[in-house]
Nanobody
Framework: VQLQASGGGLVQAGGSLRLSCTASRSIFGFDVMGWYRQAPGKERELVAVMTSGGSANYADSVKGRFTVSTDNAKNTMTLQMNSLKPEDTAVYYC???????????WGQGTLVTVSS
């Protein structure tokens, strides 16, 4: 599967962005889908994950500000980001894992820049 992440850009602190991750095949029945980010000079970190059962888990740093959701009809996972902070600046990546395989597919990343 190929993943296409989009929606990044430049926004002022306190603003909002909505990221999308569109898969080249159906995401129906996926095992886990997630958003990760990597800031300059830092390791990639988990932002949010969604399980096939609909449970969402978030990094403490984004709880209450970010919301992850999936749309099976559009083969898309979205990340609604509100109350953005300069420390949210990073390249955001999405991934997906399907049942029956350990393989995790990654998108190419989309840059989010939050100015103070």
């Amino acid at each position: 599967v190929q993943l296409q992440a989009s929606g990044g850009g430049l926004v002022q602190a306190g603003g909002s962005l909505r990221l999308s991750c569109t898969a080249s095949r159906s995401i129906f029945g996926f095992d886990v889908m997630g958003w990760y980010r990597q800031a300059p000079g830092k390791e990639r970190e988990l932002v949010a994950v969604m399980t096939s059962g609909g449970s969402a888990n978030y990094a403490d740093s984004v709880k209450g500000r970010f919301t992850v959701s999936t749309d099976n009809a559009k083969n898309t996972m979205t990340l609604q980001m509100n109350s953005l902070k300069p420390e949210d600046t990073a390249v955001y990546y999405c991934n997906v894992k399907y049942p029956g395989t350990q393989r995790v597919s990654w998108g190419q990343g989309t840059l989010v820049t939050v100015s103070s």
